[in-house]
């Protein structure tokens, strides 16, 4: 195991004299980056499958019962760190940690809404910073979590599509936001998390190895064993992803962000609508149904003036014949500097009551939590601690 030298140069700061960097940030920068140098030179211990860890006891002449006790600690205690495990020796605890990193996400900050949203900010290891937001309404409990630091994606209508992509959260800071919310959930409102959605900040697909082990970890009986029926991935469209569902038999819900069903204006407000056209999608969706068997959701944020007409409920019913699907109708959030505004409850109602007549099930989605910018869409790391880099064309 090498041994580690922490110098400021290799920080990436200039050689100084001592003084000059024992201010407080300096300071913060140093030991998240020694923090976040540590954690990539050792192995992520949740990355270990329960044969790797028991081998790892066995090979350090310890009981092999001790693997089961850390498999516990990480996944169904969601401990944070070593020192959590209190049934471990402290000589086991000081083994593991010579070994092994747990680059864990912890809560920095929390808002509450006046409407009970709570918003967080999850500092991870490396000092980035995600979002996500427990949503309680009168018949559930639910986390939104983030899959990705920033998004790759471009969708003109949402904060975070502002954000320059940094990195894939791994399944570990995944799972740390549901547990973390499961917590809160009970500690605030006294109700148990009772569903989670992949809608905060990235596209879950493009991070799809470490979305889809959270989520075998988040329904596991040996973790956190919630039922996959209540868990929903969220994707903007990404055809290839969404046939990988398929043949991968997922039991989860999967809601498509649709927005326009003609492609002239989805790509306007959607450019992954270029390369992931409806026509592709319509074939990726058939192929994920006709493999799971699951109803798709197809969410449709209805913008003022550009896709509230009947006409636009109409394209959207013919394209809802393709697959068995509902509609969630969302309301709109405005963003700073947006070019939308959100249409209004005359048009929305007309809207829904289209396509009811043709038969379609379809949810009206109020936001929540938009005095504190929780709402969907408006995730934008405002967080005083976030590393925030904006993407160049919007600078
Ligand atoms: S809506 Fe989702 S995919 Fe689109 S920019 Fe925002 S976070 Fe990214």
Same mark, same amino acid.
């Given at each position: 195991?090498p041994?580690?030298?922490f ?9 100084c004299?001592?003084?000059d ?24 211990i ?31 205690k ?12 402290k ?14 996400? #912890?809560?920095?900050?929390?808002q @509450? /809404?006046?409407?009970?949203?709570? =918003?967080?900010?999850?500092? +991870?290891? &490396? ?7 427990l ?7 639910t986390?939104?979590?983030s ?5 790759s ?8 599509g ?9 399944a ?8 973390i ?21 990235g ?19 040996d973790?956190?064993?919630? #039922?996959?029926?209540?868990?929903? @991935? /969220?994707?903007a469209g990404?055809? =290839?992803?969404?046939?990988? +569902?398929? &043949? ?19 790509s306007?407000?959607?450019?992954i ?20 068997g699951?109803?798709?959701t ?5 913008f003022k003036g ?15 014949r ?7 109708i ?6 700073d500097?947006?070019e ?12 829904k009551?289209f ?16 005095d ?9 790391n ?8 904006l993407k160049?064309?919007?600078?």
């Amino acid at each position: 195991m090498p041994r580690l030298i922490f110098s400021p140069a290799s920080a990436g700061l200039s050689p100084c004299h001592p003084c000059d960097i024992l201010n407080r940030s300096d300071l913060t920068t140093i030991l998240l980056t020694f923090a976040a140098v540590k954690a990539a030179t050792k192995k992520n211990i949740r990355d270990l499958s329960k044969e790797e860890m028991k081998s790892f006891f066995v090979e350090n002449n310890e009981k092999p019962f001790r693997s089961g006790q850390v498999w516990e600690w990480l996944w169904q205690k969601s401990a944070r760190s070593f020192d959590e495990m209190t049934n471990l020796s402290k000589a086991t605890r000081e083994l593991l940690k010579e070994h092994f990193a747990l680059p864990a996400a #912890s809560l920095d900050t929390k808002q @509450v /809404s006046r409407d009970h949203t709570i =918003k967080n900010a999850f500092k +991870l290891y &490396d000092g980035n910073i995600v979002e996500g937001v427990l949503i309680p309404t009168d018949s559930r409990m639910t986390a939104c979590v983030s899959s990705q630091v920033g998004c790759s994606l471009t969708c003109s209508f949402c904060a975070t599509g502002r954000l320059e992509r940094l990195r894939n959260l791994d399944a570990g800071e995944i799972f740390d936001q549901v547990s973390i919310i499961r917590q809160q959930s009970l500690e605030h409102y006294d109700i148990p998390l009772s569903n989670i959605v992949y809608m905060g900040m990235g596209e879950p697909l493009l991070n799809y190895q470490n979305v889809l082990k959270s989520i075998e970890r988040i329904t596991a009986e040996d973790g956190l064993n919630m #039922s996959p029926q209540r868990i929903t @991935v /969220s994707t903007a469209g990404i055809a =290839k992803m969404i046939k990988q +569902l398929g &043949d991968d038999e997922v039991r989860f819900n999967l809601a498509l962000s649709l927005h326009a069903a003609n492609d002239e204006k989805r790509s306007r407000i959607m450019p992954i609508n270029e390369t992931n056209t409806l026509e592709t999608l319509t074939e990726a969706l058939k192929y994920f149904y006709a493999k799971t068997g699951t109803r798709i959701t197809y969410e449709y944020i209805l913008f003022k003036g550009f896709n509230d007409e009947i006409a636009d409920a109409r394209e959207l019913a013919d394209y809802c014949r393709h697959v068995p699907c509902k509609v969630n109708i969302i309301e709109y959030n405005p963003i700073d500097d947006s070019e939308f505004t959100k249409a209004g409850k005359e048009k929305t109602e007309a809207f829904k009551n289209f396509l009811e007549s043709r038969h379609i099930i379809v949810n009206i989605r109020s936001s929540r939590g938009k005095d504190i910018d929780a709402a969907c869409g408006q995730l934008a790391n405002k967080n005083e601690h976030a590393v925030v880099k904006l993407k160049k064309q919007i600078i």
